[in-house]
C-alpha cells in the first residue's frame, strides 16, 4: 500500500491536479447522472399515470352551462378527469392555478398519494369540500386545528391527501378535486369557462360506449356545444428533453469535457515532467509496453483514489446535511456510467504519453 | 568481445546533415578497461551511444560477443542492453523523484526479479558503494560523489558484462573524481569491460587502452 501511494504521489503537483480534475469530472458525472434519473424518474411517472385507452373530449359550449355534473351519467367504463388548462384561483398559492377534477370514478384513478386519499373517496358524505395537492404545493396549505386548507375561489378546502411519488417530482405541483365534493363558487368559475378538456381513460375497458355516453349527456345540456373526441394511443411527448434542460444537464456535460481536456494537457505537463524518468527507463532496456503499462497503472490508481475521495466527500456531506445537488444511487447505470467516465479520462490522459514515449530517443533526453 | 566495422553515423537530413562517426572501426577484447578522449563534437558520446546499443549506426556493422546487432530487431535491442549493458551516464542520470533504492533497484524491475531478491541485491549494492545511509535519499539530497556511486550501482546491479561511462568525473571535485575512477578500475579488475569516455587525459591515462577520436574519426586506437 505505501509503494502504491508512493508511486501516485512521487509527482505531487500533477497528482493534485489530476485528483482535482477527476473529482470534477466525478461531480460532474453523478450530476448529470443525478439529473437524468430524475427525468427519467419522471417520466415513468407520467407514464404510470396514463390509462391504457384513452379518450381526450375537447367541448366548447354554447353557454355558461354545468353539464359536468351530468356528464357521467349512466357511464359504467372508465374515468372522466377536466384536466388541460382548467385553472382555479388559489388564495395562498397567489393568482390561477393549473387544476384537474375528478368527474367520474368507475374504477382505481390512476393518481399517486403518499398519504391520505383522493377527495370524493371519503368514507362520510362527500359533500364536505376535498382537495388532494402535491407536496410542493402542500407546503403553502394553511394550518387549522391540525387540519390543512386552500382557500379556492373563496371556498376553503380541506386537503386531504398529499399527491407525490418516492423518485420523482411528477406530482408535487398538482392540484386535485372531485367534482362530487366542490363548493359554488368553483362550480361558477368552472362554468364560466366555456372551453373544457376531458380526459377519459380506463385500463380495464374499451371506452366507446362510454364516451357515446359522454358525448349524449353534454348534448342533452346544450345541444349547440362542439364536440370534438380522439383516442390517444401513444404514451405522448417525452416530458424527459424537458426536465434535463430544465436542471442544467448541458453545463454538466461541458463541465466534463473541459475536464476530460484538461486531463490530456496534463498528461502532457506529466510527460514534459517524467522524461528524464522514461528516457532512463527506456535506456535500462524497459520496453515501451511497459512503461506505457506502468503510466496506465498509475493513472488508473488516481483515477481510483479519486474516486473514492469523491465518495467519501459524498457520504461525509451527507452526514453533516450538507447539499450535494444530486444523490449517489448504486445501480448498473450509475457503475457503468463510472465505469465510462474514468474510460474517457483514461483514454484522454493516455493519448500524448502512449505517442511520445514510442517516439521517444533516450538519447537525446538524457543527452549521454 | 565489441566490435565496430566501419561505423558510419549521420546526423539530421539534406543539406543539415552531420557525419558523427565516419567509418569507425574498433574492437575491444572482454575486461578491458579503455578511455576514448577527442574534444568537445568529436563523436565519443556517439560512439558510447552505438556501442551501448542506444544509437542505430546509419552505415557499418556492429557485433557484441558475436551477435550482430546492427541486425537486430528493436525489441532484441533493448533486450541486449537490459541484460548485458551498464550506463554511468553524464551528470549522473538518476530519476530525480526516486530514492537512491528506487535508482539502483531500475534495473532488476526491468528484469522482473521478485521482490525478496531485489531487496537483498540492492542492499548489498549499497553496502558495497558505501551508501546505505543515504538509501532513502533521493538525488537533491545527496553529494554528487553519492550521486555517481548510485549510478554506478544501478549500472552495475544487473551484472552487466560492459560497462560505459560517459564523463564519469566530469562533475565532481578532483578527491571525488580520483574515488569514482578507483571504482571503476575494481570493477574492471572484477571482469567487467569498462569503457570511459573522458577528454580528461590524467584519466585516460589510468586506462590500460586509449582510443583517440577526432571529427568521427578514430586517430589513435591506443
Given amino acids: 500500500m505505501k509503494s502504491i501511494f508512493r508511486n501516485m504521489f512521487r509527482y505531487k503537483l500533477t497528482a493534485v491536479f489530476f485528483i482535482v480534475a477527476q473529482l470534477i469530472v466525478y461531480t460532474t458525472v453523478f450530476g448529470a447522472l443525478g439529473i437524468y434519473n430524475r427525468a427519467y424518474d419522471k417520466e415513468k411517472d407520467r407514464l404510470l399515470s396514463l390509462y391504457k385507452n384513452r379518450i381526450e373530449l375537447s367541448v366548447i359550449t354554447s353557454k355558461k352551462v354545468d353539464f359536468l355534473t351530468y356528464l357521467g351519467n349512466d357511464v359504467d367504463t372508465g374515468n372522466a378527469v377536466l384536466?388541460?388548462?382548467?385553472?382555479?384561483?388559489?388564495?395562498?398559492?397567489g393568482g390561477l392555478n393549473r387544476c384537474e377534477m375528478i368527474l367520474k370514478t368507475n374504477e382505481e384513478l390512476n393518481y399517486k398519494l403518499i398519504s391520505g386519499r383522493l377527495p370524493g373517496q371519503g368514507d362520510g358524505a362527500s359533500s364536505e369540500r376535498e382537495i388532494a395537492v402535491g407536496r410542493e404545493k402542500e407546503k403553502q396549505a394553511v394550518v387549522?386545528?391540525?387540519?390543512?386548507?386552500?382557500?379556492?375561489?373563496?371556498?376553503r378546502y380541506e386537503i386531504v391527501g398529499v399527491l407525490g411519488s418516492e423518485k420523482s417530482d411528477y406530482w408535487d405541483y398538482k392540484i386535485l378535486l372531485n367534482i362530487s365534493c366542490v363548493g359554488q363558487n368553483v362550480m361558477t368559475a368552472v362554468m364560466s369557462m366555456q372551453e373544457y378538456s376531458i380526459e377519459l381513460g380506463s385500463n380495464t375497458g374499451e371506452l366507446d360506449a362510454s364516451y357515446s355516453k359522454i358525448y349524449g349527456n353534454i348534448r342533452s345540456v346544450d345541444e349547440a356545444s362542439d364536440i370534438k373526441a380522439q383516442k390517444i394511443n401513444s404514451a405522448g411527448e417525452s416530458t424527459m428533453e424537458n426536465t434535463m434542460a430544465r436542471e442544467n444537464m448541458k453545463v454538466n456535460i461541458i463541465a466534463y469535457i473541459f475536464c476530460v481536456l484538461n486531463c490530456m494537457i496534463m498528461s502532457e505537463f506529466w510527460i514534459i515532467q517524467r522524461?528524464?524518468?522514461?528516457?532512463?527507463?527506456?535506456?535500462?532496456?524497459?520496453?515501451?509496453?511497459?512503461?506505457?503499462?506502468?503510466?496506465?497503472?498509475?493513472?488508473?490508481?488516481?483515477?481510483?483514489?479519486?474516486?473514492?475521495?469523491?465518495?467519501?466527500?459524498?457520504?461525509?456531506?451527507?452526514?453533516?446535511?450538507?447539499?450535494?445537488?444530486?444523490?449517489?444511487?448504486?445501480?448498473?447505470?450509475?457503475?457503468?456510467?463510472?465505469?465510462?467516465?474514468?474510460?474517457?479520462?483514461?483514454?484522454?490522459?493516455?493519448?500524448?504519453?502512449?505517442?511520445?514515449?514510442?517516439?521517444?530517443?533516450?538519447?537525446?533526453?538524457?543527452?549521454? | 568481445?565489441?566490435?565496430?566495422?566501419?561505423?558510419?553515423?549521420?546526423?539530421?537530413?539534406?543539406?543539415?546533415?552531420?557525419?558523427?562517426?565516419?567509418?569507425?572501426?574498433?574492437?575491444?577484447?572482454?575486461?578491458?578497461?579503455?578511455?576514448?578522449?577527442?574534444?568537445s563534437g568529436s563523436g565519443k558520446s556517439t560512439l558510447l551511444n552505438i556501442i551501448g546499443c542506444m544509437d542505430e549506426a546509419t552505415e557499418g556493422k556492429y557485433f557484441l560477443d558475436n551477435t550482430e546487432i546492427t541486425s537486430l530487431s528493436k525489441s532484441k535491442i533493448e533486450d541486449i542492453r537490459k541484460?548485458?549493458?551498464?550506463?554511468?551516464?553524464?551528470?549522473?542520470?538518476?530519476?530525480?523523484?526516486?530514492?537512491?533504492?528506487?535508482?539502483?533497484?531500475?534495473?532488476?524491475?526491468?528484469?522482473?526479479?521478485?521482490?525478496?531478491?531485489?531487496?537483498?541485491?540492492?542492499?548489498?549494492?549499497?553496502?558495497?558503494?558505501?551508501?546505505?545511509?543515504?538509501?532513502?535519499?533521493?538525488?537533491?539530497?545527496?553529494?554528487?560523489?553519492?550521486?555517481?556511486?548510485?549510478?554506478?550501482?544501478?549500472?552495475?546491479?544487473?551484472?552487466?558484462?560492459?560497462?560505459?561511462a560517459d564523463e564519469p568525473t566530469g562533475a565532481l571535485d578532483q578527491a571525488t573524481g580520483r574515488e569514482v575512477l578507483s571504482l571503476l578500475k575494481d570493477i574492471n579488475k572484477r571482469g567487467t569491460t569498462v569503457i570511459i569516455v573522458t577528454h580528461d587525459m590524467n584519466i585516460a591515462a589510468q586506462t590500460d587502452r586509449v582510443i583517440e577520436i577526432c571529427d568521427g574519426k578514430i586517430v589513435n586506437n591506443g
Avoid: W
Fill in chain 2, 83 to 164: 541484460d548485458k549493458i551498464g550506463f554511468v551516464f553524464q551528470h549522473f542520470a538518476l530519476m530525480d523523484y526516486y530514492t537512491a533504492y528506487e535508482n539502483i533497484e531500475l534495473p532488476l524491475l526491468i528484469k522482473n526479479v521478485k521482490r525478496a531478491n531485489r531487496k537483498k541485491m540492492v542492499n548489498e549494492q549499497l553496502e558495497a558503494m558505501g551508501i546505505a545511509d543515504v538509501k532513502n535519499n533521493i538525488p537533491a539530497k545527496m553529494s554528487g560523489g553519492q550521486r555517481q556511486r548510485v549510478a554506478i550501482a544501478r549500472a552495475l546491479i544487473s551484472g552487466c558484462s560492459v560497462l560505459l
Fill in chain 1, 144 to 155: 387549522i386545528d391540525g387540519k390543512k386548507y386552500f382557500t379556492i375561489e373563496g371556498e
Fill in chain 1, 275 to 368: 522524461r528524464k524518468e522514461f528516457a532512463i527507463k527506456k535506456a535500462f532496456g524497459m520496453k515501451n509496453i511497459r512503461i506505457v503499462r506502468d503510466i496506465a497503472v498509475n493513472v488508473l490508481e488516481l483515477s481510483c483514489f479519486s474516486l473514492v475521495l469523491f465518495l467519501a466527500g459524498y457520504i461525509l456531506l451527507r452526514l453533516l446535511n450538507i447539499s450535494t445537488g444530486f444523490d449517489i444511487v448504486f445501480s448498473p447505470v450509475t457503475v457503468l456510467a463510472t465505469i465510462a467516465a474514468i474510460a474517457a479520462v483514461f483514454l484522454a490522459t493516455m493519448i500524448y504519453p502512449v505517442y511520445k514515449i514510442f517516439k521517444f530517443n533516450p538519447v537525446h533526453q538524457i543527452g549521454a
Fill in chain 2, 1 to 39: 568481445m565489441i566490435k565496430l566495422d566501419n561505423i558510419v553515423k549521420i546526423y539530421g537530413i539534406n543539406t543539415e546533415k552531420k557525419r558523427a562517426l565516419d567509418g569507425v572501426s574498433l574492437e575491444i577484447a572482454d575486461g578491458e578497461l579503455v578511455s576514448i578522449i577527442g574534444p
Fill in chain 1, 83 to 93: 384536466a388541460g388548462k382548467f385553472s382555479l384561483g388559489v388564495q395562498e398559492l
